[in-house]
Structures are given as C-alpha cells and as structure tokens.
C-alpha cells in the first residue's frame, strides 16, 4: 500500500472504534482524587493543554485560588493565590488524567465527579458536575454563594444522584445525546434536551433511593439549569469516544481539542500526547448588556471534545434555536454543518440531524484535509470575562486556529515519510 492507503486505513479503524464505544453512567465518586488516576491531595486540574500559573488567565487563575478555599488549603482568595503562586500545588491538564471539566475545567481532589464507563473495554472518563448559571466557578467566579454551593453539590446533590445511579445499573448517555439532536440540542451549548432526558431516566431511581424533599430539590436544580446541567455528562462521554481512537499507526484524525484561555491544544491519534497549540482566539458572539469584545477572555475550556466526536458546532444543523444563544443565522447553522463534512474522515452511525434527512454528523477531524483546504473546526461556546470573579458574559462562535494543525501535519510527515 502507498502511504495515503495507510492512513485511509488507520483514519477507518479509527472511526469504527469511536462507533463502538457505549458511554454508561455507572457512577459518582464523591472525592475526585479516589479515582482520577495521578490525583493526590496537592493536585489541581484544568482546561486546555498544560500550562504554568504565570501564564494562566484570569478566570483559571481565579477558579484555583477560589478551589484551594473549598479545599481547605487557604484560608481566603488572598491566600488561595499567593499559595497557587508559591509552587506547592502541581497543576495539569483534565486530558491527560481522563478527565474532561467545562470552562476553566477545575477539578479539585475532594470534588465529586461523575464516573462514565464504556461497557465494551471498560476505558472510563471522569468529570465534574455542573454548577448551574449564574456566579460559577468554571468561569472563575467566586464567593459565598459558589462556596455554599458547592459544598451543597458535594453533601447533597452528588450522593443523592450516587445513590440513583447506582439504583439504576447505569445509564446510556450515548442514546441520551442521540436523541437529544433531534429534539433541538446540539450537545455543547445547548443541552435542554438531553437533561430532560436524563431526569427521565434518573427520576424514578431517585424517587426510590431517597425521601421525596431531597429528590425535589435535586430536580429543581437540574431543571432549573437544563440548558447546561447535561453538558458535564455529554463531555466525558465525548472523551471515552474520541479516546478509542488514540495510538492508531498512521491515524490522522484529531482524538482532543481544548483551550485553557491563553493556547488551544490539539492532540493527534498517532502522536501520542504531545499536544500542538496555537494563541487562544477571542470569541465572535452576543454578550450580555454592559459587556463587549474587549471584556472577553480568549476561548476556554474543554468542551470542545464536543466537536472531535461530530456534535457541538459540527452538529448545528440539528439545532436551529442555539443560534438564538450564539448568534448567526437558522440557515447559517446549517452551512457550518456543510462545511465540517469537508474536514471530516466520515459521517457517525449513531448522531443524525433531522433537517440534513438524518445524514450522520461529520466527524474524524482529519488535520490533513484541515491544512490542504485551509478550514478549521468550528466551535460554539460560552464566553468568560478576562477578569476573574465576574463569570459569563456571553456566547458565540469561533474557529480553531489553522498553525497547529500545520505544525501537526509537518510532525505528522516527520513521522512517516
């Protein structure tokens, strides 16, 4: 065979174990560092490729001095910095401990995580749960009410769900996700769908494993948040798939995407962990009233796991009312959508999108075809202040930067010609 009937080959067995993978919910575990391998007690995790303190911006910054209070190592945000800062805490990216985390994407040894398995190999991925809108730590916000809430969602909200889960034998969030694109979601920014489905599933497990104020509560506070709430169970998900792609001789297709508000990080099959980064873009998108362009934080989190595995902003056709959310157009949803099956390795066997007359979403970001017709991954997301404490201030659009997929591509070639 010639070299591009190798990767023909290596990009196929690639999307035929992404198709495989089965994401079950099996489980919550209360305190991350149980579980998340390489985690102990002075670990913080975070978005994006790896990155240095000095170098974070404003809102990772500020979510790891707000976490080290919550922890119990400082004692207030003054604190929480100066020890951040003094070179006691080991900081790493979410990817490279199989955990994925929204946003700034904190994940703190004593918070809980969700624990999704798929059934097939028994690979498992792991992350937090989602805080709801509002002052949020994941955009760096911080105070009494994140800290209380928090503490609720570690004492309250993560063993009622536990004990659910458990009750349940486990849950798809595969067919969740499925679902959810022909009931309006595209599995990034907007997820109303599949968390109403997931209290569908979840309810009557919860219903029997605990008294009927607690499960209300818990309820109400998924409901109340259903356009965000299923995101952190859509992303580990996202990540079980496109990490059954990993370590494929001549495999050209991207397995992980993230940001950590200062670079965005690509990582490709065949080359192991090394992560290819270009500057983090600014997001183009509708800000809420008294913010702009100049307020944003450049794009964050590592949710765009999401469009690795063919959801997200490759599944916007499906999803006419997020435009709604992030600007453009019902028609220019679609178009996005067009234009990904361009970069893309093939079409998913399980995601369709209704109004394309349930044509599978793109997926496989090849970064071959990336560099030849110079088009990159298109994104939605939320956008963050630069400045810690203030939190969301908008959602929109943007493209992954075109330089590191060339640097890839010539680490690629390097390789194998």
Same mark, same amino acid.
């Given at each position: 065979m010639n070299i591009k009937e190798y990767i023909d080959t290596a990009n196929k067995k690639a999307l035929e174990r992404m198709a495989s993978v089965q994401p079950i919910l099996i489980d919550i575990e209360l305190e991350a560092k149980n579980i998340i391998p390489g985690m102990d007690n002075k670990t913080i995790l975070h978005a994006g490729p790896p990155i240095e303190w000095e170098r974070m911006c404003g809102p990772t910054q500020g979510a790891i001095a707000g976490i080290l209070v919550y922890e119990g190592l400082a004692a207030d945000l003054t604190e929480g910095y100066e020890i951040a800062a003094s070179g006691?805490?080991?900081?790493?990216?979410?990817?490279d401990h199989d955990t994925v985390g929204p946003m700034t994407g904190i994940t703190s040894p004593h918070q809980p995580v969700f624990v999704l398995e798929d059934e097939l190999t028994g690979k498992k991925a792991y992350c937090t749960l989602n805080e709801g809108r509002g002052r949020v730590l994941r955009f760096g916000g911080w105070n009494k009410e994140v800290l209380d809430r928090l503490n609720w969602m570690k004492s309250v909200l993560a063993p009622t769900l536990k004990k659910a889960i458990k009750h349940s034998d486990g849950i798809n969030i595969k067919t969740i996700i499925a679902e959810s694109l022909h009931m309006g979601d595209e599995g990034h920014n907007r997820n109303r769908s599949g968390s109403y489905l997931f209290l569908s599933e979840l309810t009557p497990h919860m219903l029997d494993t605990t008294n009927n104020e607690i499960a209300k509560e818990v309820f109400l506070f998924i409901k109340k948040n259903a356009d965000i709430f299923h995101l952190n169970l859509s992303m580990p998900h996202s990540k079980l798939i496109a990490d059954a792609a990993r370590d494929i001789d001549y495999c050209s297709l991207v397995v992980a995407m993230a940001r950590n508000g200062t670079d965005i990080g690509i990582q490709v099959s065949s080359l192991g962990r090394e992560w290819f980064t270009s500057p983090a873009s600014i997001v183009e998108g509708l800000y809420f009233p008294g913010y702009s362009e100049k307020d944003a934080c450049p794009d964050l989190g590592d949710s765009?796991?999401?469009?690795? =595995? &063919?959801?997200? #902003?490759?599944?916007?056709? /499906?999803? %006419?009312?997020?435009?709604?959310?992030?600007?453009?157009? +019902?028609?220019?949803?679609?178009?996005?959508?067009r234009r990904m099956y361009e970069i893309s390795a093939g079409t998913s066997s399980i995601f369709t999108i209704p109004s394309l007359?349930?044509?599978?979403?793109?997926?496989?970001?090849?970064?071959?075809?990336?560099?030849?017709?110079?088009?990159?991954?298109?994104?939605?997301?939320?956008?963050?202040?630069?400045?810690?404490? =203030? &939190?969301?201030? #908008?959602?929109?659009?943007? /493209?992954? %930067?075109?330089?590191?997929?060339?640097?890839?591509?010539? +680490?690629?070639?390097?390789?194998?010609?």
């Amino acid at each position: 065979m010639n070299i591009k009937e190798y990767i023909d080959t290596a990009n196929k067995k690639a999307l035929e174990r992404m198709a495989s993978v089965q994401p079950i919910l099996i489980d919550i575990e209360l305190e991350a560092k149980n579980i998340i391998p390489g985690m102990d007690n002075k670990t913080i995790l975070h978005a994006g490729p790896p990155i240095e303190w000095e170098r974070m911006c404003g809102p990772t910054q500020g979510a790891i001095a707000g976490i080290l209070v919550y922890e119990g190592l400082a004692a207030d945000l003054t604190e929480g910095y100066e020890i951040a800062a003094s070179g006691e805490i080991k900081f790493d990216c979410n990817h490279d401990h199989d955990t994925v985390g929204p946003m700034t994407g904190i994940t703190s040894p004593h918070q809980p995580v969700f624990v999704l398995e798929d059934e097939l190999t028994g690979k498992k991925a792991y992350c937090t749960l989602n805080e709801g809108r509002g002052r949020v730590l994941r955009f760096g916000g911080w105070n009494k009410e994140v800290l209380d809430r928090l503490n609720w969602m570690k004492s309250v909200l993560a063993p009622t769900l536990k004990k659910a889960i458990k009750h349940s034998d486990g849950i798809n969030i595969k067919t969740i996700i499925a679902e959810s694109l022909h009931m309006g979601d595209e599995g990034h920014n907007r997820n109303r769908s599949g968390s109403y489905l997931f209290l569908s599933e979840l309810t009557p497990h919860m219903l029997d494993t605990t008294n009927n104020e607690i499960a209300k509560e818990v309820f109400l506070f998924i409901k109340k948040n259903a356009d965000i709430f299923h995101l952190n169970l859509s992303m580990p998900h996202s990540k079980l798939i496109a990490d059954a792609a990993r370590d494929i001789d001549y495999c050209s297709l991207v397995v992980a995407m993230a940001r950590n508000g200062t670079d965005i990080g690509i990582q490709v099959s065949s080359l192991g962990r090394e992560w290819f980064t270009s500057p983090a873009s600014i997001v183009e998108g509708l800000y809420f009233p008294g913010y702009s362009e100049k307020d944003a934080c450049p794009d964050l989190g590592d949710s765009t796991i999401s469009e690795v =595995i &063919g959801i997200g #902003g490759f599944a916007m056709a /499906a999803s %006419p009312a997020i435009v709604s959310f992030v600007g453009g157009s +019902a028609r220019e949803a679609t178009l996005r959508t067009r234009r990904m099956y361009e970069i893309s390795a093939g079409t998913s066997s399980i995601f369709t999108i209704p109004s394309l007359d349930f044509k599978g979403t793109p997926v496989g970001i090849d970064i071959r075809k990336v560099v030849e017709l110079d088009e990159t991954p298109l994104i939605n997301t939320g956008i963050a202040h630069k400045e810690a404490g =203030i &939190g969301q201030i #908008g959602a929109g659009l943007t /493209a992954a %930067p075109y330089d590191m997929f060339k640097d890839a591509l010539k +680490a690629f070639g390097a390789k194998y010609l």
